[in-house]
């Protein structure tokens, strides 16, 4: 009887979408878990995840291991991509799915920054935001989860519900510095 | 005619630029400003004062233009007040002058000229006092009218803006030589610099007076550093780039022009707003020229000395004649340097009597200037001196009182500077700013070769405090004038000599403030607007209380400076709030069942940030009430489908879970049984309601809560700072899940045979029963069911991962339209949930307590929670509250309106008669009649009472019969199924 089609976060926004030194595409969907451990149990749960080469982030890091990524999400929380909860976890953290309440974009490129300039108020030169380190902070006006993925590659996860508003900011920015960089050229 | 000298300046003489002004058509070079491009047309003439309507042209060739403002038409577009100095020139610039009609050389409103003995300072606050009402009627509309600046289109403001944001070690502000020298510095020493500079080319005094550094002629010097400095990847140059404020922790507003100075900007945004965050900060702003007052100084042709300067080196502008009025040795360098370019000095006039008199071009020691002749522009300058009074033919009269450091910025967190007498200018004190350190000419260094000292090492010091590591940079070698002032305002002659061009104040007018008791700074500003216009008194600050002071007879120190406030340049709103117009102005939340919900047709409404149905209209169906009416009828007799994802839900979990729960809801929850839901009420502190929803006890030790839309957010922040504040060592977690689920709510008699066309195990009355949930497999799918109600019929929740949302409700909605059901909108959902006495936040509305709303058995006895011993304060209950009431009008078919207020049926509708307001109103078809819930004194006590609804806004008196706020099967039957 599983005859439901599911619908991906950002379809119909028109992704990928290329404009100057910079593209913005949906990320595949992953499940998500966020972990939140119970008062003094975070030592519990960094053994648990010790095993999946994994640990419990510090606020700002993430850590990346066997296709699986925990990042901080928040206070005393994070979100796990990629794997199941791993088993025993369960008894030391609080565990709720978000697989489906976060739509995830990858913007990269040369113009990566100079365009999350426009709409994020935080410091992402690379000695303040190197490769892993993540924040939640403003994107205009919608809250958004963001993390350095590479050198000039970041992945931001807003409210699945705003996708298409964070698509349009984000082209709007992409635009106005494409328009910069062919007026330096 | 062409006033442009061979050969001369920094312009692109292969790049001619057509524009026009007041439908002239003039032709300028690709580097030239609207101003300098004007004056090599001979134009000198370019607006009317504010207030006089004198003619004015160009005083100054900076941003602190008081004079030269004009409108900037692109289109049908306009932007007035544009400062004609800082307007890059563009093939097909339009501009016109403001502030004159019909004409800009025949100006009817020059007659205000004639009046200017009845039109000085405290002229409005004297004459427009009585009678009272003529102000705004009258007076105001007339003044307005005749004084004033540019105007706007009207239309909206279709510009693309922007801002930015941007983080760096050291910002360096203004690119002169002093700046150049720190970002080098800093730059060469690997620190991330931010250069910013106001004008297109960066580059400052070296670009006007051109002095020679290191062997180089000034432009090409800073050429050569502007090399060096764009190759460093830990640079970032910012041309065009004003500072406009100072902040706390180091953040800075600085507005960039970005596409005003092209033709066609393409997506270019017109400009950007940008907030920077530095470590550090170097302010080499440099310093501005201030003219003198003397009668009549404010000609078109009167300009400051170093912007004669600017305009002969940078743009090649021929001045014509020019006679230099200085107090300094820069106004005397200044009549060498134009000398030494060819152009021809009539006269240097110096009220110091012993300037020297050596010199290619008369000097005038002990000299003034007591008048200017000439209708639109300039013809004759009258000097008196030892030998009588001469008139020097000219076209430019060039003025130097001396220079004020530009500090402004640093005054922006509230420092005040200190007077220095030797300079006869105010300076800045160490420390106004922490982290800024100020160089150069901002803090009265003049001379090059000391600005280029100073920056250098102001730029050392600050990367020594920061820990980087700097080299050594040789100084290059410039001029080290001295410099020498004798302090000199204003030439005592008679007749009106002007201290702010912008605001029309002269000399008269600030002594006369200080006659009529005006001798403080702040209030002669306040009383005379000196200091007021949008070049907020740049030029005459200075100088006008130099003149107050000679009138209290207080020195300048005593007399203190007003208060420097951002920005430092007008920024236009637009930039500042870039990325808030349209869908910037707040996200779209938008629902899984948001397209075939479009596709349905249903108008969209907004419930906070959320996108919901209105209605889902039919054909033949002509209103939205007939949609609503049906709808509510469908729910009532069938089945409806209605997507109610936007509600907050909120996982929450732990051991400490239910006592957590307990503390923050009235009524108990540690005593739900897994699998069963309690409906549930929160209080803030302060005792009032704060949002009412559904808890569900999915297991032990969770729990999923719902709230209602507009108040998830604020719930979720309630419940952290009650888990912060009263109970951290609580184990007990929560998290929004909000839009982790689609839910949908099935209601009405035939909602289970709905359900169970979707669920896998079917559900009945017994082993789902009313207030039950848990997992449930729908479609296929793992989802929840819940067995709850909004709309008193019976009621199912399903909720599925959100990616399947839009096939679910899509299935709904088939399978409901098939059993003579369908979907439903939110004018529905209300009805159904007055009809049956539910709240919304129209009742919760903040100002009523749990008493109010009749719910106050739920606030347990048996525990304590937040806002409950607030709750019990004296007031907050009793028969003087108004309570929830139902109001059903006398004659059925009479509409009633929320917001409308309640009065005894023969009071008139006064403030002391009110007896309470209707929050929530609504045809019932399920009764046949308009129903409402209100808030009534006393209410509960006086149903069957006939009470008269008043809504002034639209006129409508209703007699109303109280009831109970349940209209719709009371007893409950329906809603348990």
Request: charged fraction near 20%.
């Amino acid at each position: 009887m599983a005859d439901l089609s599911a619908r991906e976060p950002c379809a119909g926004l028109g992704l990928p979408l290329t404009l100057g030194g910079c593209r913005l595409a949906a990320l595949p969907v992953e499940r998500i878990t966020a972990i939140q451990p119970f008062p003094g149990k975070v030592a519990a749960v960094e053994t648990v995840l010790r095993a999946q080469g994994l640990r419990f982030p510090a606020p700002g890091h993430s850590h990346e291991a066997g296709g699986a990524r925990i990042v901080w999400a928040g206070r005393e929380t994070a979100f796990l991509f990629g794997m199941a909860a791993p088993e025993g976890l369960s008894a030391h953290a609080a565990l709720s799915d978000q697989s489906d309440g976060w739509a995830g974009l990858r913007l990269e490129g040369p113009d990566a920054r100079a365009v999350l300039a426009r709409l994020l108020p935080i410091d992402l030169r690379a000695g303040a935001f190197e490769p892993e380190a993540c924040a939640r902070a403003p994107l205009n006006h919608m809250q958004v989860l963001i993390r350095r993925a590479g050198e000039a590659a970041f992945d931001l996860f807003v409210y699945r519900s705003m996708a298409g508003t964070a698509v349009h900011e984000l082209t709007d920015a992409m635009r106005a510095v494409a328009a910069r960089q062919a007026a330096v050229r | 005619m062409t006033h442009r000298i061979p050969g001369k300046g920094l312009i692109d003489r292969t790049r001619p630029l057509r524009f026009s002004f007041d439908g002239r058509e003039f032709e300028g070079f690709q580097g030239d400003t609207l101003a300098s491009a004007l004056l090599a047309n001979g134009v000198q003439l370019v607006g009317r004062s504010f207030k006089y309507h004198r003619p004015r042209g160009v005083l100054t060739a900076g941003s602190e233009e008081p004079n030269a403002l004009v409108e900037v038409i692109e289109g049908k577009q306009k932007t007035p007040n544009v400062r004609a100095t800082v307007q890059e020139l563009y093939g097909g610039l339009t501009v016109q002058s403001q502030n004159r009609w019909p004409s800009l050389r025949f100006d009817v409103m020059a007659v205000n000229d004639r009046f200017a003995p009845f039109l000085s300072a405290g002229f409005y606050y004297k004459t427009f006092m009585w009678p009272r009402a003529f102000w705004e009627k009258v007076y105001e509309p007339a003044i307005r009218r005749a004084a004033g600046l540019g105007a706007l289109s009207g239309l909206h403001d279709e510009g693309r803006y922007e801002k930015a944001f941007a983080f760096c070690d050291v910002l360096v502000i203004g690119a002169g030589p002093t700046g150049l020298m720190a970002a080098l510095v800093a730059g060469r020493a690997g620190a991330d610099v931010i250069l910013a500079d106001e004008d297109a080319r960066m580059g400052g005094r070296l670009l006007s007076d051109q002095p020679e550094v290191a062997g180089q002629s000034g432009p090409d010097w800073a050429a050569d550093m502007l090399a060096e400095l764009a190759a460093m990847p830990n640079v970032r140059l910012m041309t065009r780039t004003t500072v406009t404020g100072v902040y706390d922790g180091g953040t800075f507003g600085a507005l960039q022009r970005v596409g005003l100075h092209l033709a066609d900007p393409g997506d270019l945004p017109r400009e950007c707003f940008w907030r920077i965050v530095a470590k550090r900060a170097v302010l080499a702003t440099g310093a501005l020229e201030r003219p003198i007052a003397h009668p009549d100084n404010d000609r078109p042709g009167v300009m400051l000395a170093s912007a004669v300067q600017s305009y002969v080196a940078r743009y090649g502008v021929n001045p014509g004649r020019v006679v230099v009025f200085g107090n300094n040795d820069s106004a005397l360098q200044a009549a060498r340097d134009l000398t030494a370019q060819g152009v021809q000095v009539a006269g240097y006039v110096d009220p110091r009597a012993d300037v020297s008199v050596l010199e290619e071009f008369p000097v005038y020691p002990g000299g003034q200037v007591v008048g200017t002749r000439g209708r639109l522009g300039l013809r004759e300058v009258a000097v008196r001196h030892g030998g009588g009074v001469s008139m020097l033919t000219a076209e430019t009269l060039a003025l130097s009182g001396g220079w004020n450091p530009s500090l402004h910025l640093t005054c922006h967190l509230g420092g005040r500077p200190d007077w220095d007498e030797r300079l006869a200018a105010f300076v800045p004190r160490a420390g106004m700013v922490a982290g800024m350190s100020v160089a150069g000419a901002a803090r009265g260094r003049f001379s090059t070769a000391a600005c280029l000292a100073d920056g250098a090492a102001l730029a050392a010091e600050v990367l020594a405090d920061m820990g980087i590591a700097g080299h050594d940079m040789p100084l290059p070698a410039a001029e080290d004038r001295s410099y020498a002032i004798a302090p000199f305002w204003a030439v005592d002659a008679g007749g009106r000599a002007w201290l702010d061009f912008a605001n029309d104040v002269t000399t008269k007018d600030v002594q006369q403030a200080a006659q009529e008791g005006f001798s403080s700074v702040e209030h002669m500003k306040r009383y005379t607007t000196q200091g007021m216009a949008p070049d907020q008194g740049k030029s005459s600050n200075v100088a006008a209380l130099a003149v107050l002071a000679d009138a209290t007879g207080q020195g300048i120190s005593a007399t203190g400076t007003t208060t420097f406030r951002p920005p430092y340049t007008p920024v236009s709103i637009a930039a500042m709030g870039a990325g808030g117009r349209g869908m910037g102005f707040a996200p779209e939340r938008l629902l899984t069942s948001d397209s075939q919900t479009r596709a349905m047709g249903a108008p969209m409404i907004e419930a906070g940030l959320w996108y919901r149905p209105s209605y889902f209209p039919r054909a033949g169906e002509a209103t939205w009430r007939e949609a609503c009416d049906r709808e509510v009828s469908m729910v009532r007799t069938a089945v409806g489908v209605c997507d109610v994802s936007t509600l907050g839900k909120i996982d929450v979990q732990g051991p400490d879970a239910d006592r957590f729960l307990d503390l923050i809801y009235t009524n108990m929850m540690s005593s739900i049984k897994p699998g069963r839901t309690r409906y549930g009420l929160m209080l803030r502190e302060d005792g009032h309601v704060m949002d009412d929803g559904t808890c569900a006890r999915l297991g032990e030790a969770h729990f999923l809560i719902t709230t209602t839309t507009a108040a998830a957010g604020p719930v979720m922040r309630h419940m952290d700072f009650v888990h912060q504040a009263f109970c951290g060592d609580w184990a007990v977690r929560f998290t929004s899940v909000t839009e982790q689920w689609a839910q949908f709510a099935l209601a009405g008699p035939k909602a289970r045979e709905l359900v169970n066309k979707l669920l896998e195990t079917p559900v009945d009355a017994e082993n789902f029963p009313f207030m039950a949930c848990g997992p449930a497999r729908i479609l296929g799918v793992e989802g929840r069911l819940f067995r709850i109600s909004f709309s008193g019929e019976m009621g199912y929740e399903i909720a599925v991962p959100a990616r399947f949302g839009a096939a679910v409700f899509e299935r709904l909605v088939a399978e409901a339209e098939a059993m003579g059901g369908g979907a439903y909108g939110m004018e529905a959902l209300n009805v159904l949930r007055i009809e049956k006495g539910f709240i919304t936040h129209a009742e919760i509305h903040g100002r009523v307590t749990a008493f109010d709303i009749g719910m106050q058995g739920m606030v347990s006895a048996k525990k304590d929670c937040i806002g409950k011993s607030a709750s019990q304060r004296p007031g907050l209950m009793g028969p003087e509250r108004e309570q929830l009431v139902g109001l059903v009008p006398v004659d059925p078919q009479a509409e009633l309106s929320a917001g409308a207020h309640l009065y005894n049926e023969n009071d008139p509708a006064t403030r002391v008669n009110n007896q309470g307001y209707v929050t929530s109103a609504g045809y019932s078809p399920t009764l046949q009649s308009w129903l409402a819930l209100g808030f009534l004194r006393d209410g509960r006590a006086r149903h069957g009472q006939i009470i008269r609804l008043d809504d002034g806004l639209r006129g409508r008196k209703v007699a109303c019969k109280v009831v109970h706020p349940v209209f719709h099967d009371p007893e409950g039957g329906k809603l348990r199924g």
